[in-house]
């Protein structure tokens, strides 16, 4: 899982023809026009989604751009685990590939959620953040990638 989301959303979450294609050679089923639109808000509009059959099982891709004044893209990758020590895991498989660590961690009754600070040198760091939604096993590895060195919050 980190793999993917290391080859999808940090090395392409901010391009959005380098992800599409990258989802393409790798057999996405991409989302239609219509499915995009329907998930687009007033911050994000969604400008790319697919989901993949993988070692691990079905995986979702989402790519989103930020709405003007701001600038920039969020990337995340979802998939259903089959028990809480994977999720546990991930997150150590997270902090060996992107050399990071915990920035921020809140524990809720049914859903855990990491954030981290990925350093890319002279450029922008990464926001990412893990989510584990433990009654239904699901977790969202989310990467932001913005044009601005963004705030340590």
Not at 120 to 142: C, E, Y
Request: aromatic share 6%; net charge positive; glycine share 6%.
């Amino acid at each position: 899982l980190v793999a993917l989301a290391n080859e999808a959303c940090f090395v392409r979450g901010a391009n959005v023809e380098g992800l599409r294609q990258w989802a393409e050679a790798s057999h996405g089923t991409a989302a239609t026009a219509k499915e995009l639109q329907s998930q687009s808000n007033d911050y994000t509009t969604l400008v790319g989604g697919w989901t993949l059959s993988t070692s691990i099982g079905v995986v979702a891709v989402i790519q989103s751009e930020f709405r003007p004044p701001q600038s920039g893209h969020v990337c995340s990758i979802t998939a259903k685990l089959l028990d809480d020590q994977q999720h546990r895991q991930t997150k150590a498989d997270f902090e060996r590939q992107f050399e990071t660590r915990i920035e921020e961690e809140k524990d809720a009754p049914d859903q855990h959620i990491d954030r981290f600070w990925i350093e890319r040198g002279k450029g922008p760091a990464v926001k990412a953040t893990i989510m584990f939604t433990k009654s239904k096993r699901v977790i969202t590895i989310r990467m932001i990638h913005g044009n601005a060195r963004p705030l340590r919050s």
